[in-house]
Each structure stands twice: as C-alpha cells, then as structure tokens.
C-alpha cells in the first residue's frame, strides 16, 4: 500500500512536472521575457477583427522603423469592442527584436498565464491517473 501510494505521487509529480514545462514553454517564456526585458510604448490601432477573438492589429515604430503587430485586448488596454483605427493602446517589445511584441501589460499576462499552467499541472495529471487507474483495474481478474 505504501509503495502503491510512493509510485502514485512519482507518476502525478513526473506528469505535472511534463505538463508545465510543455505549457510554459511558448506563451510564459514570451511573456516572462517582456516582463523582465520588454520596453512598453504606445501603438496605434490599424484595424480591428473583435469578431475574431477580440483582436486588433496595431503599428508603432522604434529607431524611426515601423513595426506592426496584433494581439488580444486586455492586459490594461480597452476591450476591442471600443477600439477603433487611429486609437492608441499600450505595447511591449523586446529591444533587440521588436519585431516580437504583444499589446498589454506582460505583468498581468504573466500572472494570468501561471494560474493556467497551474491549475492545468495540478488537475490534468489527476485525471491522466484516474483513467489509468481505472484500465488498469479492469484489466485484473
């Protein structure tokens, strides 16, 4: 029984671990990146496809070269719905590539971010091992 319950927790430790590290690896480094070395400016809205996940495109420029972009709102700036071209909202950049960029505030994307990676660390594996426990057990005679 105690060493049913030691391998239960090696498996739930080793999922949660692959889960999170497979998660984070695309939007929490980016956001973790312009957190700690994005530059924050003001972009204007060039359009605006709220219709399509509530995202806009926006320019900014940067050493005189402009730069466009699209992201979702939030993060500090205004819903879409009351965006419109011409309008400005905040963006982060890295300064060695600007090209790579999100409007919003990374902080607040970062945090929301986490409490995902998180939750989905801590309740997927739960449920992998569930259902495995369950094959498992029919299986036995």
Do not use: H
Request: some cysteine; proline content about 6%.
């Amino acid at each position: 029984m105690r060493q049913r319950r030691l391998l239960f927790l090696l498996y739930y430790a080793g999922a949660a671990t692959v889960i999170a590290f497979w998660l984070g690896q695309a939007n929490w480094l980016f956001s973790y990146r312009l957190t700690t070395d994005g530059i924050g400016t003001q972009a204007q809205v060039t359009k605006t496809t709220c219709a399509d996940n509530s995202t806009f495109s926006y320019r900014f420029s940067v050493d005189g070269q402009a730069i466009e972009g699209s992201g979702g709102d939030g993060n500090g700036n205004p819903p879409c719905q009351s965006l419109k071209p011409g309008d400005t909202v905040q963006v982060f950049y890295l300064a060695a590539e600007p090209q790579k960029n999100l409007p919003g505030n990374p902080r607040q994307r970062l945090g929301s971010e986490t409490a995902f990676i998180a939750m989905a660390a801590f309740i997927l594996p739960l449920l992998l091992l569930f259902i495995l426990f369950l094959i498992l057990r029919r299986r036995q005679p």
